[in-house]
C-alpha cells in the first residue's frame, strides 16, 4: 500500500494573504489615481506589507511524506527525515525536535487562549504516549480538535510506527536533512524596506 502525501496549509492564513493583497492593491491604485505626484514615494510600504503578508500567511505549509517531513516557514524551507525526529512538541507551535535543532511548523501554532477554554477530555482521546510530558500532561495545543494537535498526532503515529519497527536501526543521514532559504523573498523584503526608508525622508 503506498503512502498517502498530507499537505497542510491553515485556511485563515491564506485569506487574510488574499485580503490583504486586495486591499494593499486597491490602495495602491488609488494612490496613482489620488495623488500621482506623490505615488512614487509612498507606494513602497504598501507592497511591503503586501510581500509581508502573502510571506507570512500563505506560504507556510506542512508537508508529511513517506520518507519525511517538509515544513516550508517563512524564510526557508527544511526536510527533515523521520530517523531525524527526536520529538514531537506544541507548546508554542508545531515542532519537530532534532539532534541538529528545533524545527517550529509556521503553520500549526499553538492555539490561542480562546480556542481552549471549554475543552473536555475526550478531546484528548488517542493522543500518543510520547505527547505526554513528566507527569503525564498534556498542552492544550495536543488536543486532537485543533491542527497543531491533530498534525502532531498523525506525525507521532507514523514516528511511532516507524520507531518500533526498527526503521531507526541504521541510524540518521546527515545528508538526508535539508534547508533551502528564501532569498529572493529576504531579498524583495530587504530593498522595499529600504526604499520605505527612502521615500519617507526624500
Known amino acids: 500500500m503506498s503512502f498517502q502525501e498530507i499537505r497542510y496549509r491553515p485556511v485563515f492564513g491564506r485569506v487574510l494573504a488574499v485580503v490583504t493583497v ?3 492593491a486597491l490602495g495602491i491604485v488609488a494612490l496613482f489615481l489620488t495623488e500621482p505626484a506623490d505615488a512614487v514615494r509612498y507606494v513602497w510600504p504598501v507592497l511591503l506589507v503586501a510581500v509581508l503578508a502573502w510571506a507570512l500567511f500563505w506560504r507556510p505549509s506542512l508537508l508529511v511524506q513517506e520518507h ?8 526557508r524551507t527544511r526536510f527533515v527525515p523521520w530517523p531525524a525526529i527526536t520529538a514531537i512538541d506544541t507548546r508554542y507551535s508545531l515542532t519537530l525536535h532534532t539532534a541538529e535543532g528545533r524545527v517550529p511548523v509556521w503553520a500549526a501554532p499553538a492555539p490561542g487562549r480562546h480556542r481552549t477554554m471549554g475543552m473536555a477530555a475526550k478531546d484528548f482521546d488517542g493522543v500518543g504516549e510520547t505527547a505526554r510530558g513528566p507527569v503525564g500532561e498534556l498542552r ?29 536501526a541504521s541510524g540518521v543521514d546527515p545528508e538526508a536533512s535539508t534547508q533551502t532559504w528564501h532569498w529572493a523573498t529576504i531579498a524583495t523584503v530587504a530593498a522595499l524596506g529600504a526604499a520605505t526608508v527612502i521615500g519617507s525622508v526624500v
Open 22 to 24: 486586495v486591499v494593499c
Open 140 to 168: 492544550p495545543a495536543d488536543a486532537l480538535t485543533t491542527p497543531s494537535g491533530n498534525l502532531a498526532q498523525l506525525i507521532r503515529g507514523r514516528w511511532e510506527r516507524l520507531r518500533d519497527s526498527g526503521a531507526f
Open 68 to 75: 519525511g517531513i517538509t515544513v516550508e516557514n517563512v524564510l
